[in-house]
């Protein structure tokens, strides 16, 4: 009957890979609305190539779909259940009893902690809250301070840091009509929508231990008292001005560094090494830290995948997933290179194949918080939001 098909989480995704934004926009926001069917759109993502400029992208998603609350993130590459799509947009509608308000946020890379707050402030004025969705700058701003200033009680939260151009700093977030660079974009959901939030990784110790001996901001400078490039440079040969350059500059994000914290080791990646040899990081690294080196595996990423995508199964405590986000770090794509994709397939195997799938690659992954209320800022791993009716 036409009132039960109302009440239905339905879900759309269709992208497109055109000459420009607007072009790539427009046909992937078409493609998902002829997906979706009757009923009007309800909430959107977009994921979109940082080739594309965000507001052209914009306008052409926009001028099909008018105006329903959306968010999105730019990315080297978009992810769906039939591969990578480089030089891209994604559109995801979702459809059904899924309200959502949207909150654009241009003050993130100035003050983090202040984005925080207010976003914490704002989801506790929120009745019935079921998850709270968002993407910041990836090159930009402090994500460790967001977090710490962002309490999780008991909201399914997750988000991630967009990525782009590695070599400028370059990535934006949307929030309907608005985007840019800097920002924190951000969606509140409500409705009969449950979400179960998964993530793991594939990359483990080697051997090679370190002491932090200088770091600055988000800048390591040394490791055992040397430029680290300097030590890189000596574990796997290539000399120390080699890794300041691409592309060994970028591909110093396959080999991050596990830095003690308690019990556990926790993932921090280079974004890149800069001229002077010191690794720009997007999370401080404490000084006098112990540090292993680690490195990943196409076996253990699949392994990871699995993972993640049972731990956000389990959450929905039996519900179908109608929907999975993927949001994974930009490190998969460089160690997959030759299997591009196989991260997808790895989540299918748990979810199943009809399962609709989005997502893109990121600098940095933000889920709850083990036991604390603080969310933890991942680098290196692959988050899995699954998406069920309630």
């Not at 793991?200 to 080697?206: E, R």
């Amino acid at each position: 009957s036409q009132k039960d098909n109302a009440m239905t989480l339905t879900v759309a995704i269709g992208h497109a890979h055109e000459l420009n934004g607007r072009e790539a926009g427009l046909q992937s926001a078409h493609q998902a609305l002829n997906r979706l069917g009757t009923g009007a759109p309800a909430f959107g993502l977009v994921i979109s190539s940082h080739q594309y400029q965000a507001r052209e992208v914009v306008s052409g998603v926009s001028s099909l779909l008018g105006e329903p609350p959306m968010i999105g993130f730019s990315s080297p590459a978009g992810l769906t259940a039939n591969g990578i799509h480089a030089n891209s947009v994604i559109t995801v509608l979702l459809g059904g009893d899924i309200q959502a308000e949207t909150r654009w946020m241009p003050g993130y890379a100035q003050s983090a902690r202040e984005t925080g707050s207010q976003l914490s402030k704002q989801a506790g004025e929120i009745n019935d809250l079921r998850a709270l969705l968002f993407f910041a700058d990836g090159f930009n701003g402090d994500a460790d301070q967001l977090c710490s200033s962002l309490s999780s009680e008991s909201i399914p939260l997750a988000g991630a840091l967009s990525s782009g151009d590695l070599h400028t700093g370059h990535s934006y977030q949307i929030a309907g009509p608005q985007n840019g660079t800097g920002a924190l974009t951000a969606a509140f959901l409500r409705g009969s929508v449950r979400v179960g939030v998964g993530s793991a990784h594939g990359w483990n110790p080697v051997g090679s231990q370190f002491r932090v001996t200088r770091s600055r901001g988000f800048w390591l400078r040394t490791l055992d008292g040397r430029p680290a490039s300097e030590t890189y440079a000596q574990l796997f040969g290539y000399s120390a001005r080699d890794w300041a350059f691409p592309p060994l500059s970028h591909l110093a994000r396959l080999y991050p560094l596990g830095v003690e914290q308690g019990d556990q080791l926790l993932v921090r990646a280079p974004i890149r090494v800069e001229a002077d040899g010191s690794f720009r990081m997007n999370a401080p690294v404490r000084d006098g830290a112990d540090a292993y080196l680690l490195v990943g595996s196409r076996v253990s990423c699949e392994n990871a995948a699995h993972q993640a995508a049972q731990q956000a199964l389990h959450q929905l405590e039996g519900r179908k997933p109608v929907f999975a986000l993927i949001l994974v770090d930009i490190a998969w794509e460089m160690l997959l290179k030759s299997h591009p994709g196989s991260e997808i397939t790895a989540v299918q195997d748990i979810l199943g194949e009809e399962v609709p799938i989005a997502g893109g690659y990121t600098l940095g992954q933000i889920v709850p918080g083990k036991d604390s209320k603080i969310p933890q800022l991942l680098n290196q791993h692959l988050v899995v939001i699954a998406f069920a009716e309630e």
